[in-house]
């Protein structure tokens, strides 16, 4: 294998530090710790680890963590008055609504009821609306930690060729808006895209947002580019990312494996989100 492997094991350990101290020293300043509240609705086995390695990762850093929990037939109406209740709850600083939510229930309508100042997933209008304006504001969780592995790996973005595979709200398009306002020239790919390897081939900096399972393979990496993989797909050997590690390993500068490249980050950014909203409401 050629390329250097991108351990966001490592770097994610390096941001939960920091953060311990930050939630330390809020707590020194104003006589409580941070706290970050999720809301869990129904069932989803899935649904409820996600919430629980959170409410794991908070303690582990001294964020006091909360966890509404509702019944399965929660109704959308009762979900929007949980979610205007914590934003009111001058004890909460951070709002997690654990999505996927039920089919009866709109999830960008409960999303653009989360007080924005309090959007640690960074997915309200008014926060995505920030992004798109250049403006400080509560990024989404994923595409912070993109930003932290390559700031880590100290990778020039000035200038540099970046092509984004995905546009979604969650990753692609806030992942492309970080690496603009980076002052990459950015290509965002996705469905419809004609040739995607020969757009992909293009760049300096590589980041697949899929879900397809190796759809990138070494046809659609650059020698010497930095590729992050934020994919995470299941298929029958297991889990896998977006890109074809073995032969893509052999071709870029800089890879992130599946697991334990961006999956890592997510959580520690969510932690990083809690601390910035915390700080700006006192
Ligand atoms: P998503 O909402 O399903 O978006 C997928 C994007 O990929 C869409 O823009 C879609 O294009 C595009 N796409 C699908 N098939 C394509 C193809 N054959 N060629 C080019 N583009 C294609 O997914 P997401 O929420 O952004 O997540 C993407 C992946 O990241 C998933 O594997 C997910 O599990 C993973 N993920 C990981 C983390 C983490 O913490 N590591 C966090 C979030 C997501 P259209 O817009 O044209 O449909």
């Known amino acids: 294998m050629a390329a250097r492997l991108i351990d966001g094991r490592e770097v994610a350990a390096a941001v939960r530090e920091r953060a311990a101290l930050e939630a330390a020293s809020y707590e020194a300043e104003t006589g409580r710790p941070p706290a970050l509240a999720t809301v869990l609705v129904g069932d989803d086995p899935a649904s409820r680890i996600y919430v629980t390695n959170k409410h794991k ?13 509702l019944p399965a037939e929660t109704t959308e109406k009762e979900l929007l008055e949980v979610v205007g209740q914590l934003g009111l709850d001058d004890k909460v600083d951070g709002i997690l609504v654990q999505l996927p939510l039920s089919e009866w229930i709109d999830p960008d309508r409960v999303v653009a009821a989360i007080d924005p100042a ?35 790996e100290g990778v020039e973005l ?5 092509v984004v595979v995905g546009r979604s709200k969650l990753v692609g398009v806030p992942v492309a808006r970080l690496l603009l306002a980076a002052n990459a020239t950015v290509t965002v790919c ?20 899929v ?6 393979g070494a046809d659609a990496v650059k020698p010497g580019a930095v590729v992050i993989d934020v994919g995470m797909n299941r298929a029958d050997d297991g ?13 870029a500068a800089a890879l992130t494996p599946v697991p334990g490249g961006v999956g890592p980050m997510t959580i520690a950014m969510l932690l990083v989100n809690t601390l910035a909203a915390a700080r700006a409401r006192v």
């Open 239 to 251: 889990l896998c990312g977006d890109v074809d590690f073995d032969p893509v390993s052999e071709v």
């Open 211 to 216: 879900g397809v399972p190796r759809l990138l």
């Open 57 to 69: 990762a908070c303690a582990e850093v001294g964020i006091h963590s909360l966890n509404r929990e």
């Open 190 to 209: 996705h469905s419809r895209t004609r040739d995607l390897p020969a757009v992909c081939r293009r760049a300096d900096v590589l980041i697949a947002a």
């Open 158 to 162: 000035d200038g540099a060729e970046a």
């Open 118 to 152: 309090k959007d640690v997933d960074g997915l309200t209008p008014a926060n995505a609306g920030l992004l798109a304006h250049g403006m400080p504001g509560l990024v989404p969780c994923t595409p912070a930690g993109v930003m932290e592995l390559l700031r880590h």
